[in-house]
């Protein structure tokens, strides 16, 4: 009994429990909702999220925000594919590694201008997110890439399986598992909480705010370059207007996953149950007819009655702490 | 000395004759119609350009012009207009840059005697004397239908994957298609569903998954937008439904080759620019020879394309869109 108590303290365990309530009220609509194959589907729809969510995630730990992030998704993915139209012959490796370190640029000059120009992350990121979509404008030319011009090669990344689960479920766990050893256990990882946490302790004791904010924006900017890559070959279309609004959903996941909005406290294990829960809503909405004139209204609702039973939860914690400090 | 002055009057006399007879030529040299695109070094406008010649060779008296400013703007559009005049050409068919702009020197024209009409994106009324237009809700509405029916055997479940809730234009082709699939032939056939994809990539593919899931028996999907018939296309391959679950919209043929090719999606539709070229042609000459003076309710003969109405301020509905297939997208692919 004491050791459920005890669980129950966990916020990643409140999370579990509302994403399975959230499951067992869709399939009692939707018979059929929960099953194995939908459930993989599930999960291979959400694996962008849950990449971009992880790098939102480090951003908004500092205090900050990345509003650029579908902006450097569509920049990325749209470079990529036209990478892979005008050189076929090129591995889809390298053309992966390629829409990274686009990715990975595109989201240092944030953190340049955050670290050096001082410019506050959401103004930075509000300018770049126009100015990186106007990019993909001007490289594009309006024109989108698709099916025909993309080869088998570059198709087939997401979509191709490894010990039963999709290269794409793969690439979120594979950035999920690095991203938790970094954030726990590297020094750099623990001065992102630091920072967070009180800037002038962290300042006097020697972490330098600067190189945290290159570290994070730069982070955030390449796990966009990988989603860049896997929504335009996922969808075997690199259309200009790639992404639109997907900031949101990022920050959404991280709130729902406890991460906190002022800076300092949160862990991926959440923000990633918080993006599983955003995307059943998103694979829900579609098979349980509702009017799609409801089903935003739903969708809010929903998200923001998942954070106001997670900020209760919250607060009982620290009632209970107090009250064990009285005693 | 007399001799040498008959002979010079003999010899104006004929001069006189030949240029008696080059007037004569003149008038039976071809109609100089000329096609005045948005901008040069667009696939689409190339394709109205061929649609031109074709309608030229068919009409024998004609020569098709195809000209257009480097940059799509309203100014390159009037300094083209002003040296055609100069030209004296006879007619001018004219995809506009703006819809107002253009009119002081389109008038102009119409006063030195040429025809001007506008097509694909026209002038307002006063400025030409027929806009004329690719199609109309009903049409376009009533096709989708058809389309899907062929490919599903008038047969089974049907959804539409819609852009945005709010579109306009896409409602009312729902709409239309809600009227057409009540004529008795498509008595096995029901439109299930309506969903809205909001023209993303993502969410299109979520709801034509949503669809393929919550109806089982659907046969097909009709996608009347651009990006939602791309990812509808592409969440019928994955879910591994092709063959099963039948696909049409409103695709650029570009974009869509993939999939027609592939055999998932086996028919859509968009207006042709080809189509476009050849009947502002056909109109401008029916025009130019007096044959139809283009007031409301007169009727244009435009060769293949069957004919069409002068409707209400000039504004004149070409037909049904053109139907993509296997075997001509690779064609029009290749222009837009």
């Known amino acids: 009994m004491n050791t459920i108590k005890e669980l129950m303290k966990k916020r990643e365990i409140t999370l579990v429990l509302l994403v399975l309530t959230l499951t067992v009220l869709v399939n009692l609509r939707a018979p059929g909702f929960v099953s194995g194959e939908n459930i993989s589907r599930i999960i291979n729809d959400t694996s962008i999220l849950i990449m971009v969510a992880i790098g939102q995630f480090f951003v908004i730990l500092t205090g900050g925000i990345d509003l650029s992030v579908g902006s450097i998704i569509a920049f990325s993915g749209m470079a990529a594919s036209m990478l892979n139209q005008s050189n076929p012959a090129l591995p889809v490796g390298l053309v992966l590694m390629v829409g990274v370190l686009i990715g990975l640029v595109l989201g240092a000059f944030n953190g340049l201008l955050v670290a050096f120009g001082k410019v506050p992350p959401i103004i930075a990121t509000l300018g770049t997110m126009s100015i990186y979509r106007g990019f993909t404008f001007v490289l594009s030319k309006g024109q989108w890439v698709t099916a025909h011009e993309m080869t088998e090669g570059y198709m087939n990344l997401p979509k191709g399986t490894f010990l039963g689960l999709s290269n794409l479920i793969w690439a979120a766990v594979l950035v999920s598992a690095v991203m938790i050893f970094f954030s726990r256990y590297t020094r750099s990882g623990r001065e992102v909480y630091a920072i967070g946490g009180n800037k002038t302790a962290a300042h006097f004791v020697g972490v330098s705010e600067a190189k945290v904010n290159m570290l994070i924006f730069s982070i955030s900017g390449a796990l966009c370059g990988i989603a860049g890559v896997m929504w335009t070959s996922r969808y075997a279309a690199a259309v200009n207007e790639t992404a639109t609004g997907f900031e949101l959903q990022t920050v959404a996941a991280c709130v729902l996953g406890g991460v906190n909005i002022a800076g300092g406290a949160g862990a991926i294990p959440g923000v990633i149950i918080g993006a599983l829960f955003l995307g059943i809503i998103n694979n829900a909405l579609p098979v349980v007819n509702f009017s799609p004139f409801y089903q935003m209204f739903i969708q809010g609702l929903i998200v923001l009655a998942a954070m106001f039973i997670n900020t209760m939860m919250d607060n009982r914690k620290e009632k209970e702490l107090l009250n064990r400090r009285s005693l | ?336």
């Open chain 2, 1 to 336: 000395m007399k001799k040498l002055l008959t002979l010079l009057l003999a010899l104006l006399m004929v001069t006189g004759l030949f240029a008696n007879g080059q007037q004569e030529d003149t008038v039976e040299s071809p109609l100089k119609i000329v096609l005045l695109v948005k901008s040069l070094g667009n696939g689409f406008f190339e394709a109205v350009a061929d649609g031109g010649v074709e309608a030229a060779e068919e009409l024998g008296n004609v020569e098709s012009i195809y000209m257009g400013p480097s940059a799509s703007t309203a100014e390159g559009q009037i300094e083209i207009i002003e040296t055609l005049i100069a030209q004296r050409v006879d007619g001018i068919a004219i995809s506009a840059n703006d819809k107002d702009a253009l009119i002081p020197v389109t008038k102009k024209a119409m006063a030195a005697g040429i025809k001007v009409i506008s097509f694909d994106s026209g002038i307002a009324p006063g400025g030409r004397i027929v806009d004329l237009i690719p199609s109309v809700s009903e049409l376009i509405g009533r096709q989708q239908v058809q389309l899907i029916a062929e490919l599903t055997d008038y047969k089974g479940q049907i959804g539409i994957v819609s852009a945005t809730s709010q579109a306009t234009n896409q409602n009312e082709w729902i709409q239309w298609m809600y009227e057409e699939i009540k004529d008795p032939k498509y008595k096995d056939m029901e439109l299930v569903e309506v969903v809205y994809g909001d023209d993303m990539a993502d969410k299109s593919y979520r709801e034509a998954v949503g669809l393929m899931q919550k109806y089982p028996e659907l046969t097909g999907i009709i996608s009347p937008t651009t990006v939602g018939v791309l990812a509808a296309s592409k969440a019928i391959e994955d879910e591994g439904m092709k063959g099963k679950v039948q696909i049409t919209g409103l695709g650029l043929p570009s974009e869509m080759q993939h999939y027609i090719e592939n055999g998932t999606c086996g028919q859509m539709a968009l207006w042709n620019p080809v189509d476009l070229g050849y009947t502002s042609t056909m109109i401008l000459e029916a025009l130019i020879t007096g044959k139809v003076e283009g007031n409301e309710g007169d009727v244009f003969k435009v060769g293949r394309m069957g004919e069409v109405t002068v409707g209400k301020d000039g504004v004149s509905v070409m037909s049904t869109p053109f139907v993509f297939n296997k075997e001509n997208i690779a064609k029009y692919a290749a222009m837009f």
